[in-house]
């Protein structure tokens, strides 16, 4: 995979998904002492950046590909852009999500078109049950991020962000399984490598932070984090050498971190964003990076979060505040 799979995904998606914004916070400026920007994933279509990388994969796949009809596994993002690029392609799909994902991503994933299969409890066992679907029905499998086509469709977010300002210091980008964190690494040390790339990942899944760090090189046995859309066990066998190679960094984020930096946004910036999408920022505003004096591009990934758990995300924000001191 090279640079040139994410300059032909820009161009062949360019016409389905949106050009999000890429928002400056005077309020996180203040509080951080750098020059934050947030890329507004949360306002792409289906909510999420997710729906990059299905539409590219989907609408590269050849007619005989296509007609076998798609199967895809995701805890709900990967999901709602499987089952979008699929109705405009013309195709069934079917999904399997985890019996946890919310309520809010799984009727979404209906809306766009796609049969839902609820089972397991996490992504590798929805994704277990969908290989096995596979096998028995043929139909064409779209990975939520260990595919190429599906890290370049990704790997545009740091296209548009490079166009929107070139002179960024450095990119924070959520890690669940590794496929929007390398896509838009290979992305950007491609066309300016000197902004810095840094992974973030829940500290109750760290998989791909294991790897990265040396710590473990093996399939967590228990994850557990708030942030549902980067709960995975490991990372992917694709992404992770592309992770290795062109990430210059990555840290954890708790899933008290990760409330704070909801709830700020909530009450703040007025957007309510999911676990997943604030964990950058989180690494921004907890000190988890040196943001001081740089510009600094936080990818908001999605906002499809569960209204029901405001109360959860709020107590969690409080013991932030008692953990870090801040305001």
Known sequence: MDNTEVVEAMERISHQVHRTPLKQSSTLNTFTGGEIYLKMENLQRTGSFKVRGAMNKIMSLSEEEAGRGIIAASAGNHAQGVALASSLRGVPSKIFMPKRTPSTKIAATKH????????????????????????????????????????????????????????????????????????????????????????VQALGAPATYNFFTGRNKGSLEHVHTIADGILVKKPGELTFPIIRQYVDDMVTVTDEEISYSIMFMLQREKTLVEGAGAASLAAAMCQKVKVQGKKVGCVISGGNADPSKIPVYRDLSKMARQLHHIV
């Open 112 to 199: 766009y078109g796609a049969e839902i299969v609820l089972t397991g409890d996490t992504y590798q066992e929805a994704y277990g049950a969908a290989l096995q679907e596979k096998i028995r029905n043929g139909s064409t499998y779209v990975h939520a991020f260990d595919d190429h086509k599906v890290m370049a469709g990704q790997g545009t977010v740091a296209l548009e962000m490079l166009q929107q300002l070139s002179d960024l210091d450095m990119i924070l980008v959520p890690v669940g399984g590794g496929g929007l964190l390398a896509g838009m690494a290979l992305a950007v040390k491609a066309f300016n490598p000197r902004v810095k790339i840094v992974g």
